[in-house]
Nanobody
Framework: QVQLVESGGGLVQPGGSLRLSCVARRMITSEFWRYDKSWYRQAPGKERELVASLSATAGTNYGDPVKGRFTISRDNSKKMVYLQMNSLNPEDTAVYYC?????????WGQGTQVTVSS
């Protein structure tokens, strides 16, 4: 069973940056490219929302609140996906989840907390 593990969350001041990482454990490296890879977030009392996605067919896509500030990227050889987050503000505070989806499965990580506060 594929396991997604996120890391890189933490407490950051407004205007700061963080880079989240997600590694796909027990995934065959040659299968990594098949999956659409996304980051979602969920703030307290709110629904989970798409932050960014990376697809072999559809390219990259970003939620409106993060456009121009966040960047999603991947490293196929390491089976990792990253989310570079710049110019963070308190509204970005949430648990961030990594998601891999294809016809072969739909996998989620356990989430990593990002808190933006002074």
């Amino acid at each position: 069973q594929v396991q997604l593990v996120e890391s890189g969350g933490g407490l950051v001041q407004p205007g700061g940056s963080l880079r989240l990482s997600c590694v796909a454990r027990r995934m065959i490296t040659s299968e990594f490219w098949r999956y659409d890879k996304s980051w979602y977030r969920q703030a307290p009392g709110k629904e989970r929302e798409l932050v960014a996605s990376l697809s072999a067919t559809a390219g990259t896509n970003y939620g409106d609140p993060v456009k121009g500030r966040f960047t999603i990227s991947r490293d196929n050889s390491k089976k990792m996906v990253y989310l570079q987050m710049n110019s963070l503000n308190p509204e970005d505070t949430a648990v961030y989840y990594c998601n891999f989806r294809s016809g072969s499965g739909d996998f989620w990580g356990q989430g990593t907390q990002v808190t933006v506060s002074s």
